[in-house]
């Protein structure tokens, strides 16, 4: 079923945008971290946790936000702002791994390994650096103006000198790794990742003006868009620019996407430090968009901006299913979208409206295909050809499959649902997993495109 399903979404072709960067990624032991914290003492990084800070502007914001990411166990990522950092970083760490990084590169990669039909990736900023991280196959594209007309090349031969690299810092930590916060011992409860994510003013999310005129022509060419990387739009700008003016843009990005016909639009959203952004990116672009995915975190998040702070923090303290499934019916209203997509490290869930073209049955086969390929990548690091989905077919659904049944189950009894479609599914859990980078943009990408592959089937696409 599973298989069937994949050969049908690579019939399909789809653009992606915006954001691309270069992940140099550290496998964290127990020393590292005790290193760390001996270098800035246990009562200093104590009292920098509880301060919380939300961007990293000095080595101690992130030591304390790194251990309150491990003694949680849930992945995190915080922007660094400040661009001297570099050179600490660098000089701390040797880095195990670099690769492709950010959401649009990555679904880029997965698709064109995975051989769909026709995938075409837009990043502002495309150093030859970046443009060697984007895989070497025939199905790959980067759109240029070339002559007034839009020209298709390979990443490897578009790209541009002088442009910006965005490194972001990936640190993977395992669970079971133990070490000590003064008297306190910690031991890591979950595998997961904290990501610093350089936030600096060369590297914005735009479309460059030449190429705007060609995006109908493009959206006319694909059968669906995941567009990503608003996380990394700044308030404010020291040239006068501003989160309005690139929202804006976007905005007109999304409808010149759809002008020539109902493109369908997913956008993958990522964690928000600033309440006032992530309210700013919810209003402006969630009413345009067909499909959103997020992972519990930030859908209480999104909650929190949309002022339900009462079962935002339900969600954030328990992380309950009825509180979930309460919270994706109201975004689903609210922001008027034809299909919410939460996953979890437990359970993957598509929350829709009961006249969607495809039925529940449907819509769970399209979470089989997303935790069967994330199963792929945590068990192998990467996919690299479709048929690795055979690898995650061997991966068993996670201890708590059945409990998440249950209490799915009970949440649709406690609530008013006869309006909506509701689906779950627990998740295929790799145990020791290679890496978890990418994994929620491998879930969103494998339930999107199957989904679009089914209501192509029907005649809706």
Known sequence: MVRELLEKARGLSIYTAYNTNVDAIV?????????????????????????YPREINEPLDFVARLVHALKTGKPMAVPLVNEELHTWFDSHFRYDVERMGGQAGIIANLLSNLDFREVIVYTPHLAKRQAEMFVRKPNLFY?????????????????????????????????????????????????????????????????????RPFLPEIGERVDGAILSGYQGINLRYSDGKDANYYLRKAKEDIMLLKREKDLKVHLEFASIQSRELRKKVIYNLFPLADSVGMDEAEIAYVLSALGYDELADRIFTYNRIEDTVLGGKILLDEMNLDVLQIHTIYYIMYITHADNPLSEE???????????LAASRASLGDITSPDQVEVGLRVPYNERGEYVKLRFEEAKRKLRTKEYKLVIIPTRLVQNPVSTVGLGDTISTG???SYLAMLKEKGEL
């Open 143 to 211: 759109p240029v103006v070339e002559g007034g007309k839009l020209v298709l090349k390979h990443p490897w031969e578009a790209y541009r000198e002088g442009d910006p690299v965005k490194v972001n810092r990936i640190f993977e930590f395992r669970a079971g790794t133990a070490f000590k916060l003064g008297d306190e011992r910690i031991v890591v409860p979950f595998s997961g990742r904290f990501i610093v994510s350089a936030r600096f003013e060369s590297i914005r999310i735009y479309t460059e003006p030449g190429l």
């Open 362 to 372: 449907e819509l769970r086969r399209s979470l089989e295909l997303a935790t069967t």
């Open 27 to 51: 496998y964290l032991n127990g020393e590292t971290v005790q290193g760390l914290i001996d270098e800035f003492g246990a009562d200093a990084v104590r009292k920098r946790m509880e301060d």
């Open 447 to 449: 339930a999107f495109t």
